[in-house]
């Protein structure tokens, strides 16, 4: 069976087919960063009609490279939530839309569970259990999970996510939209010359906070010459905070737990100094660790397809409405 996936939740609209037997056929993915970068950040109004624009075209796009005709289609799985409310409309609508004409299901999928499932789709993919830090543009979360929807909360950031804290950061800092990647790009050019805190790891628990290390940041800034070495110096030193932060939490989440796999996913664990603390950690501790390719670590179709094929599997078919929540949690799940 073919499952269609559609992601609509923010700023790229993402389409997929995933096979159940043969894995992923096929996935495209429209970003609308050229266009919202003109404001320095997403628009959600501009960003709901961009979705209406690229949508349908898309799917015809992927039919046709894919081979395939609408009637070879067995579900339609799209992001139901968390997000902006007008772009998850527009997916909601196509996709029942087409699940009505074709007469067959449409799957809700949470947008996150997209993400944390998102290395089922490598090669080498994590057996259940695992601890997953889910790293996004909107959360940050770490999970024990036992299996597809069986998701235990072990900790959340309690202000900024991560990667909010990277484009705030990167944002004070003078770099365009999309802040995270330019971010980690000067950060390539710094050297070590500032030290900033590791937010909430001198106690215990799993929760993280991010907003201060942004407030340290423009301090940090306001104090300096300003240069672009200055800048760069910063954004290394930032950079270096979170990934430390992110191993310690993730290291304790394993010692908790007990559990021995780490999954880490979300457009934040793309950084390649992130994902190499956490490799670092995981050799020095023991155990295995897991990460999608960089282009399924950012918002995609293929993870959404995945997820829909996943709870398709286990029955969790949507009746015919338009199911939308900007606001979800996974504890819910
Ligand atoms: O998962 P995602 O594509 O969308 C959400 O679900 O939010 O994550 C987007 C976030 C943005 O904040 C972006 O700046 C950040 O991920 N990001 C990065 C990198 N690539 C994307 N942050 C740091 N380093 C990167 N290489
Ligand atoms: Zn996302």
Request: one cysteine or more.
């Amino acid at each position: 069976m073919y499952i269609l996936g559609i992601e609509t939740s923010c700023d790229e609209t993402g389409v997929a087919i995933y096979h159940a037997q043969r894995g992923l056929c096929h996935h495209l993915l429209y970003s609308q960063i050229d266009m919202h970068s003109e404001y320095g950040g997403v628009v959600p109004e501009l960003a709901s009609r961009d979705h209406i624009r690229k949508l349908i075209p898309l799917i015809q796009q992927l039919l046709r490279e894919s081979d395939l005709v609408a009637a070879e289609i067995s579900a339609i799985a799209y992001t139901a939530g968390p997000g902006l409310m007008g772009a998850l409309l527009v997916g909601a609508a196509v996709a029942q839309s087409l699940a009505m004409a074709w007469q067959i299901p449409a799957i809700a999928v949470h947008h996150m569970e997209g993400h944390l499932l998102a290395p089922m789709l490598e090669e080498n993919p994590p057996e259940f259990p695992f601890v997953a830090l889910l790293i996004s543009g909107g959360h940050t979360l770490l999970i024990a999970v036992r299996g597809v929807g069986q998701y235990q909360l072990l900790g959340e950031s309690l202000d900024d996510a991560a990667g909010e804290a990277f484009d705030k950061t990167a944002k004070l800092l003078g770099l365009s939209y999309p802040g995270g990647v330019k971010l980690s790009e000067l950060a390539k050019q710094g050297q070590p010359r500032f030290r900033f805190p590791r937010p909430m790891t001198d106690r215990p628990g799993l929760d993280f906070s991010f907003s201060g290390l942004k407030t340290f940041a423009l301090t940090t800034f306001q104090k300096s010459e300003q240069t672009l070495q200055d800048k760069a110096d910063i954004a290394l030193a930032f950079q270096d905070a979170i990934a430390e932060t992110m191993v310690i939490k993730c290291r304790r989440a394993m010692q908790q737990t007990g559990l021995t796999r780490l999954v880490v996913a979300g457009g934040v664990s793309a950084n390649s100094q992130i994902r190499c603390q956490l490799i670092e950690m995981i050799k020095k501790e023991g155990g295995n660790i897991y990460f999608p390719r960089p282009e399924f670590c950012t918002d995609n179709g293929a993870m959404i397809a995945y997820a829909g094929y996943q709870r398709f599997l286990s029955g969790e078919i949507q009746d015919i409405e338009i199911f939308a929540r900007p606001r979800w949690s996974m504890s819910e799940l």
